[in-house]
């Protein structure tokens, strides 16, 4: 088999990224090593509004709930409240939305393969070796794009590095007391150190429950039995699990002659709240768009794919690194200093301001804004300053 451009792993990312190849004339062919899209599902499904508009697919039935705020627990149980006027976020069900991406995708031309795992890929001749249920075969390639997860193996093999953390989560769809459908509830503090857990509502009485830390399972029963809050609203019953894991931080280089690495595999995921779908969206759809450039031109080399890390990095890197400073600042929080900041942001103006400001795909923004009206904070978490610099 000969293609331009394969696309290793059906998510967002290689959808995207295999949509805008064929899109723009490249031979393209997506492949999958499950046996359908959108499964086993890993994520708690929510994006902002502007993501969803970043994928392309519109509004339709992979939305399960709309959000307008989030109330935030603290470690000592206050909870403060922060709502936007209109919808800021979706609750999506994967499985359907990642099948919808692929559709688009083979709408716009390209080949799928599913059952179709690679197993191999021999740099020289830039060929995949693939397994679809035991047989063996080879697909050549002129542009190869790892968009193959957090457990990428096109970047291993490219020699292109790790990324910087990864961050195992699990997740149960709960019966929950939900206080609000239209928000959703954050934990912060011990119960998930490093990071956060979730209560994201999906329909009455019904929320995806989660957290991502270093021994997840573990701190999930804990929290489900003793959260001051989430042990009163888990109504004890569970119909599904899941686990997964973030990457944090990005590969250092992703692009090599004929191999480009992009979403979960590149390391492009929000380091402050492990969102991963719209950066991976952004960055897909350049990845796509690049390739078949490069492909007409006839000029696979590594500085042409160049151009795909630079547009990719001037829309997000920044964005990512400071993400990575403020994630690794709130590492350091312990469950008082994270008391005491949340009571201090408990105040009409801070919460108008986060309400006014706050955006999820570019958390820095409002931290900036926080940090210019109110120094008080500056004082009291003057390395919240230094990470935004
Ligand atoms: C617990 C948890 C909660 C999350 N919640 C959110 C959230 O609320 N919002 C958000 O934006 N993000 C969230 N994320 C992150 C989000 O799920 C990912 O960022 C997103 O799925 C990345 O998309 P992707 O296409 O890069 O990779 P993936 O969705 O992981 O897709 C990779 C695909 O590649 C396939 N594949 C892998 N290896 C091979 C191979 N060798 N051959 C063929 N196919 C292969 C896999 O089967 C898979 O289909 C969460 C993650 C976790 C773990």
């Known amino acids: 088999m000969r293609y331009d451009v394969v696309v290793v792993g059906a998510g967002p990312a290689g959808s995207l990224a295999a949509k805008y ?231 250092k280089r992703t692009v090599s002659k004929g191999i480009m690495i992009v979403g979960d595999a590149a390391g492009q995921v929000k380091p402050s709240s492990g969102g991963g779908i719209y950066t991976g969206a952004l960055c897909a759809k350049i990845a796509g768009e690049v390739a078949a450039k490069a492909i007409k031109e006839g000029d696979v080399s590594a500085e042409r794919l160049m151009e795909y890390e630079n547009r990719w990095r001037s829309a997000i890197g920044r964005e990512l690194n400071i993400g990575m400073r403020i994630n690794e600042i709130f590492s350091r929080l312990s469950d008082s200093d994270i008391n005491e900041l949340i009571r201090m942001i408990n105040d009409p103006e801070i919460l108008r301001i986060i309400s006014q400001y706050g955006d999820m795909d570019y958390p820095s923004a409002v931290v900036k804004k926080l940090i210019l009206k109110k120094p008080s904070l500056l004082r009291s978490f003057g390395m919240l300053a230094k990470a935004i610099r």
Not at 125 to 139: D, T
Not at 147 to 158: E, L, M, P, Q
Not at 166 to 177: E, K, R, T
Not at 204 to 215: F, N
């Open 21 to 251: 190849s064929a899109m723009n004339g490249a031979k393209t062919l997506l492949i999958e090593e499950h046996v359908e899209i959108g499964y086993p599902v890993s994520c708690a499904g929510l994006i902002s509004a502007k993501a969803l508009e970043e994928c392309d697919i519109g509004l339709g039935k992979w939305i399960k709930n709309e959000i307008a705020g989030a109330l935030v627990c603290s470690p000592d149980g206050q909870e403060i409240q922060i709502k936007g006027q209109e919808v800021k976020a979706y609750v999506i069900e994967r499985k359907i939305f990642d099948r919808e991406l692929a559709k688009h995708a083979l709408k716009a031309g390209t080949d799928l393969l599913l059952h179709s795992k690679a197993i191999g890929l021999r740099k020289e001749e830039n060929i995949l070796e693939v397994n679809n249920q035991g047989e063996h075969f080879e697909i050549s390639a002129k542009i190869i794009i790892g968009a193959d997860g957090v457990k990428s193996n096109i970047s291993k093999w490219s020699e292109l590095g790790k990324v910087k953390k990864v961050l195992p989560g699990v997740q149960i769809l709960g019966l929950y007391d939900l206080q609000d459908l239209s928000f959703v509830e954050i934990f912060t503090g011990s119960s998930a150190p490093g990071f956060f857990a979730w209560a994201i509502p999906i329909e009455k009485d019904i929320a995806r429950i989660g957290l991502c830390t270093a021994r997840p399972l573990q701190h999930l029963k804990s929290m489900l039995k003793y959260h001051k809050v989430v042990s009163k609203r888990y109504l004890g019953s569970h119909l599904d699990f899941t686990m997964g894991a973030i990457p944090l931080g990005p590969l």
